[in-house]
């Protein structure tokens, strides 16, 4: 099994800032990317941004030049840095991972999730 552990959500004034951190442990052969996705109330979830083990990234159009995601492959923990807050970046914030993990009889893909924390940006 893997877990994922999400940290670092609260609530924040409009154009304030928050870093969220989530760490992987656990049968862990190998992490090819981790990423954040968020789900605000009434909408589908959607990915906000991820990062490969080779330090490539990607970004929602919403949060680019705001959010910077940051990876730790040694410590399988991404890290994502929020800046310039707004009221509509307000959800539930989720980690992925994804990759191999190991099991008593063989390798096998992965793909978790954690349990979500939330960011809430209001005045």
């Known amino acids: 099994q893997v877990q994922l552990v999400e940290s670092g959500g609260g609530l924040v004034q409009p154009g304030g800032s928050l870093r969220l951190s989530c760490a992987a442990s656990g049968s862990i052969f190998s992490i090819n990317a981790m990423g954040w996705y968020r789900q605000a109330p009434g909408k589908q979830r959607e990915l906000v941004a991820a990062i490969t083990s080779g330090g490539s990234t990607n970004y929602a159009e919403s949060v680019k030049g705001r959010f910077t995601i940051s990876g730790d492959n040694a410590k399988n923990t991404v890290y994502l840095q929020m800046n310039s807050l707004k009221p509509e970046d307000t959800a539930v914030y989720y980690c992925?991972?994804?990759?191999?993990?190991?099991?008593?009889?063989?390798?096998?893909?992965?793909?978790?999730w954690g349990k979500g924390t939330l960011v809430t940006v209001s005045s």
């Open positions: 992925n991972a994804g990759g191999v993990q190991h099991t008593p009889f063989d390798l096998r893909g992965m793909d978790y």
